[in-house]
């Protein structure tokens, strides 16, 4: 399972420029595979310091979105930056706070990040977040 999140600072969120591969130099979310003998929870933490030192709060659970065809399940959270002033960790080349009209669509590594997203924003134009469960097909593959 992979774990990530959205990491909110006020109307901003944090994306991070992959240092690794697959997909390198892409924007992506905070995300990565769960670690033996770690929550959910406790991995979303993990990865977003691990890639742009950041620590978290007010994690909710947010979207578990299938990926059948690869054989992988995302689980996201919303979650709160501590302190917006983050850096780069080793797995990211750079990293920054966007606004919705800022965000590098093209640019964006993989297709589960971009479901992520278009979902956050539908959500935050409501104002209305809802626990999301989505199954991306291989069609929509980056």
Known sequence: ?????????GDKILLCRRAIEPR????????????????VLEGAKREA???????????TPYA???LAF??????????TLVDCDCMP?????????????EIPWDELAFSVVRETLRLYYRDRATGEFHFHIEDILPSART
């Open 24 to 39: 390198y130099g892409k924007w992506t979310l905070p995300a990565g595979y769960l670690e033996n003998g770690e929550t």
């Open 49 to 59: 310091f691990e890639e742009a030192r950041a620590k978290l709060k007010n994690l």
């Open 89 to 101: 960790g080793y797995e990211s080349l750079e990293i920054k706070l966007f606004a919705e009209e």
């Open 70 to 79: 690869i054989d992988q399940i995302y689980f996201m959270f919303r979650a």
């Open 1 to 9: 399972m992979v774990v990530g999140c959205i990491p909110e600072c």
């Open 64 to 66: 578990l979105l299938n």
